[in-house]
Each structure stands twice: as structure tokens, then as C-alpha cells.
Nanobody
């Protein structure tokens, strides 16, 4: 089975930066998409950014120009560099891996990001 463990969340002032990490372990197919989603209080979970094993990225409009997603395929690890953070970025950030050949999704437990004004 696949497990995802996130780290890097915390409390930061508006305008600050954080870098989230997510390491996948278990039986991982190399053909996959990894990404970050977030859920704020009172809101639905939304996509933040995704990246394929080939390096193609996709970002939510709300984070374009501020967040950067990257990955290390050898380590099965995905990162999210978050700059110019805003209070509205406050949420639990959850890591995801979608394994194409298995048509399967796996989710981490999340890491909390709090941005104060």
C-alpha cells in the first residue's frame, strides 16, 4: 500500500514563506501525478497544484506566481514552496498521489498552515 507523509506546515505572518514536503512510500508506480490540495474552515477542498512524473505542472489561479511545486522522482517526494502568503491561504494542506496505471488515489493526513495578518 502507499503512504504519504507531509511536513513543513506552521504559523507564518502575511507575506512570509513556507515550504511543504510530502514523501510517498510503498509500492509506487513511476507514472503518477502528485499534488497538493487544501481545505480551509467552511470551504470545500480545492486543488492547489499538481505535477506529473515528467514535470508538467498545474496551479490554481489563486496561487499562480506565489507557489511553486516540484518533485524528486527518485525520492517519491513532492514539495510546495509558498511565498507571499496571505491570510486566505490558511488551510490544512493535503498531499495526493494519483497512480495512472492503477487508477488509484492516495492521500496524506495533512499539514496545517496558518497565515496571520
Amino acid at each position: 500500500q502507499v503512504q504519504l507523509v507531509e511536513s513543513g506546515g506552521g504559523l507564518v505572518q502575511a507575506g512570509g514563506s513556507l515550504r511543504l514536503s510530502c514523501a510517498a512510500s510503498g509500492s509506487i508506480s513511476r507514472i503518477n501525478t502528485m499534488g497538493w490540495y487544501r481545505q480551509a474552515p467552511g470551504k470545500q477542498r480545492e486543488l492547489v497544484a499538481t505535477i506529473t512524473n515528467g514535470g508538467s505542472t498545474n496551479y490554481a489561479n489563486s496561487v499562480k506566481g506565489r507557489f511553486t511545486i516540484s518533485r524528486d522522482n527518485a525520492k517519491n517526494t513532492v514539495y510546495l514552496q509558498m511565498n507571499s502568503l496571505k491570510p486566505e491561504d490558511t488551510a490544512v494542506y493535503v498531499c495526493n498521489i494519483h497512480i495512472i496505471l492503477w487508477r488509484s488515489d492516495y492521500w496524506g493526513q495533512g499539514t496545517k498552515v496558518t497565515v496571520s495578518s
